[in-house]
């Protein structure tokens, strides 16, 4: 096609990569050097130019740009010339084991005549342009206005820009002049990695959550930032794996965009390659969305659309790389721009971040919550059911081998020792072990998680060795022990050794700590006189009587006097001198709830150990569909009950005991006796979880019975709410539909995260916020009316009951007053109801504490 005026324009910094490759050698007894590998070159157009034809490509459409269409590229004058070692490398992570070509080193740029890169001028510019697309490297482009498109020199043209740059500073002309002009109608696109090497500390790789919150306080207190603050519209790529987008318009409003299986980095791997150019590609995405509805819908819209669109544009460019025959390789791949919803409808999700200026609400803040329409323990509840595949499919899961969580303290705290270990490994020639704490109560995996995620990363050149100190009876057990690893290291494995309860007593409180002082920091160890070097080595020292790196160091004491003694028995037990030792830690949380304030996320962590339990050790219980076969009460009660004696030893420890050998399904019949179960958790707790519905179902007629009362006296006696009816029958409906609904309390008040507990003594009834009532009220009728639907009820202006039609078979938003009130003052006799019936209602341990202070 040939347009005299293209609609869009791609200009900016220009340079050529000069590609080299190796080709494999050929045998030629009369030539020499053919026995040798032959290296091929070919020079392929970079910056803006690459970016134009990956935008010509993506938007099907003629792009104006600047040409080197009649020159040498061998031979072209003052540009950039950028140059890049190739090699084969495997396609992808899955089974597909075909090669392809990337960029295995950048060995430098050159320049042929000046210093100064030359700046091309557009061919066929356009001042009516639609699109201009900018690519700034600050290598000449944004210092020459001549260069410049007449779209925006123009001051009455508002072209959509596009502003691809790698710098924060903004003091160049083309900013200025954008700044003044143009801002409101660009977009500026900036790496995480340019924001970093500027001194931005954005973490990186530890945790979504983690990610995008230091983004949003950069963004408030950096004064570096402040132009990009002052952007209307900026986007963030992460890597291939997430994106931030800004727009101050909207409240200076942040949004991210990520993988659910990938955090930052996770999607190159080290023995992948590189690619230049990605950046450009998920450009060239986000302007297909823009350009395909540029009339329809606003700028924010099609940028939400256009992120999806680029990262999986630039993670299909990465993956296909310059192709198996790059003799014969071009950019017409035109697959790179070819979607379907199932491309990222799952695959990529996005959420508000949340904006708060208090730590601790920032420190509580989780994805999982964000991205669920259900509580905490009803996505508990479908992870035993269906596993995390089907229950967490929206939501960022961090896996290492067989270790999985979604919990973010988790996740951050693996992914710090991950990289602590991945970092170590790759040094060759380090003297002294890498050495790490992990703390946790007995039974909490310890030893698994560190386990698993050494293993992750380098799992045949990792031996893991275990001693207990508790168990050593003098300095030559240790010295022993030494010698152990040091043959490991000997055999060119590197040891991964747990010391387990390293902070046990030997001749005195934490009297092993100093023995481990000259092993940590120097790498030896003393045997009579002489002394031995270790070797590389990975110690990891796991707690026995500190259940967390605070206790251990003593953070958690309060009282002035208990810890000046602490500190002068650390201290003499040289445990600061120790603690200087370590790179890292971790608190394994465990099944049982650390901090009924802070930890939301124990009811899902237990339902993980509870599939993983059911998958590897009943997988007789999981049928073909996937779902485990087990009593709804036992699942509950597994959830709820307050603690699991011995952590997550109790909860396999309570399925071994089961007499499940030969069943299709996990009956409650099949537990292990009151008696046995007291070993492992409160043993009348947990028969009232898992006996709730039929003790529960026991209350319904005294409930109705109580609240038809309460609702006959409000409305007959006292006339509180007026009812638009002719006759008693919807009166007589309300009344039915009331005993009818009892059954729905305990759905309803999980819903807002409450649940009933029971009482012997009528305590002070409590009374609904009315977030909560209208929140509440909201969920009932949309259960009612669900119901209501399934019987062949249908909407109307008037109510009909012989012809099934009622004004409330619609959407809460579009009920009338009357009906609401109704449905509250319905709602308000809940507390009173169940008090009076032994119950009460109670806020679940799965609100945060910013939450439960947001609703008081």
């Not at 979504?208 to 603050?229: G, I, Y």
């Not at 256009?306 to 999986?312: A, E, K, N, Q, W």
Request: net charge negative.
């Amino acid at each position: 096609m040939v347009n005299k005026a293209p609609e869009i324009i791609v200009t900016g910094d220009v340079n050529l990569n000069l590609l080299f490759w190796q080709k494999e050698a050929t045998i030629d007894n009369n030539l020499n050097y053919k026995l040798y590998p032959n290296v091929s070159r070919r020079y392929e157009e970079g910056g803006a130019l690459l970016l134009s034809k990956l935008v010509s490509l993506a938007t099907e459409l003629d792009v104006s740009s600047p040409s080197l269409k009649d020159e040498n590229l061998s031979s072209v004058e003052n540009i950039l010339v950028s140059v890049l070692q190739l090699n084969k490398f495997t396609a992808d992570d899955s089974q597909n084991k075909n090669k392809v070509y990337r960029v295995e080193e950048f060995s430098g740029y050159y320049i042929e005549g000046s210093e100064e890169p030359r700046a091309f001028s557009l061919v066929n510019d356009n001042e009516d342009a639609k699109i201009v697309v900018l690519d700034d490297n600050n290598n000449g482009f944004n210092s020459n206005e001549d260069v410049w498109p007449l779209a925006i020199k123009e001051s009455d043209k508002t072209p959509t820009i596009l502003y691809k740059t790698n710098k924060i500073d903004f003091n160049n002309k083309l900013w200025m002049h954008i700044e003044k002009k143009h801002l409101k109608n660009t977009v500026v696109i900036i790496n995480a990695e340019d924001l970093r090497a500027k001194g931005v500390n954005i973490s990186k790789g530890l945790s979504w959550e983690k990610t995008a919150l230091d983004f949003v306080w950069q963004m408030k207190n950096n004064p570096r930032l402040k132009h990009l603050s002052e952007c209307t519209n900026l986007i963030i790529p992460f890597g291939l794996e997430g994106v931030i987008y800004y727009h101050k318009e909207l409240n200076a409003e942040s949004k991210l965009y990520f993988l659910t299986d990938q955090f930052e980095g996770g999607f190159i791997k080290e023995d992948s390659g590189k690619m230049y150019g990605l950046t450009s590609c998920f450009v060239a995405g986000l302007v297909k969305a823009i350009v395909n509805n540029q009339n329809e819908e606003e700028l924010p819209d099609l940028i939400d659309e256009g992120i999806r669109l680029g990262m999986v544009s630039a993670q299909r460019y990465f993956i296909n790389g310059f192709g198996s025959d790059i003799e014969n390789y071009k950019y017409s791949n035109e697959s790179l721009f070819k979607y379907n919803e199932n491309d990222f409808s799952e695959y990529i999700q996005d959420v508000k971040i949340k904006d708060s200026s208090n730590p601790n609400c920032q420190s509580c803040w989780y994805i999982i919550k964000d991205k669920s329409s259900t509580n905490l323990e009803e996505i508990a509840y479908e992870i035993v059911k269906k596993g995390e595949n089907s229950a967490l499919k929206y939501i960022p899961i961090a896996k290492f081998r067989n270790l999985k969580t979604v919990d973010r303290t988790e996740i951050e705290a693996y992914r710090s020792i991950k990289n602590l270990i991945a970092e170590y490994i790759s040094k060759e020639n380090t003297v002294r072990p890498l050495s790490i704490a992990v703390f946790g109560t007995p039974g909490s995996g310890k030893s698994f998680g560190v386990t698993e995620v050494a293993a992750s990363i380098a799992p045949n050149l990792i031996e893991k060795i275990d001693f207990n100190l508790s168990q050593f009876q003098s300095i030559n057990d240790l010295i022993a022990a030494f010698h152990k690893v040091r043959d490991i290291a000997l055999n060119g494995k590197l040891p991964l050794v747990f010391f387990d309860e390293f902070d046990s007593s030997f001749g005195e409180s934490l009297g092993w700590l100093k023995y481990f002082l000259a092993p940590m920091q120097d790498g030896i160890f003393r045997e009579g006189d002489s002394l031995h070097p270790i070797g590389k080595a990975i110690f990891v020292f796991a707690g026995g009587t500190s259940s967390t790196y605070e206790s251990f160091c003593g953070e958690d004491i309060k009282d002035k006097d208990k810890i000046e003694l602490f500190e002068k028995s650390f201290k003499n037990a040289k445990g600061p001198d120790f603690v200087s030792r370590l790179r890292g830690y971790v608190n394994i949380l465990g099944p049982n709830q650390t901090d009924k304030d802070w930890d939301q996320l124990f009811v899902i962590r237990r339902a993980m150990l509870l599939r993983s339990l059911l998958v590897r050790k009943t997988p007789y219980l999981i049928n073909d569909n996937g779902e485990a076969q087990v009593d709804n009460g036992i699942i509950r009660a597994l959830l709820k009950v307050s603690k699991f004696k011995h952590e997550s030893r109790s909860m396999e420890a309570i399925l071994e005991m089961s007499m499940l050998s030969g069943v299709k399904k996990w009956e409650q019949s099949y537990l292990p006796s009151q008696n046995q179960l007291k070993l492992h958790v409160d043993e009348q707790e947990f028969y009232h979880y898992m006996m709730f519905d039929e003790f529960f179902s026991e209350k319904t007629n005294n409930l109705s019975e109580y609240i038809l009362n309460r609702y006959k006296k409000m409305y007959l006696e006292n006339g509180e709410i007026n009812i638009d009816s002719d006759d008693m029958m919807l009166h007589n409906y309300i009344q039915k539909w009331i005993i009818e609904q009892i059954k729905n309390i305990p759905q309803i008040l999980h819903k807002d995260n409450y649940e009933l507990n029971s009482i012997k003594d009528n305590p002070k009834v409590m009374k609904f916020t009315e977030h909560d009532l209208e929140s509440l009220a909201k969920y009932q009728h949309k259960i009612w009316m669900k119901k209501r639907k399934k019987e062949g009820w249908k909407y109307g202006k008037e109510a009909n009951f012989k012809k099934l039609i009622h004004p409330s078979i619609t959407g809460w938003n579009n009920l009338n007053d009357n009906i609401k009130n109704v449905i509250k003052k319905y709602i308000e006799l809940w507390p009173e109801a169940l008090v009076e019936n032994n119950l009460r209602i109670e806020k679940s341990d799965y609100s945060c504490y910013c939450e439960q202070n947001d609703l008081q």
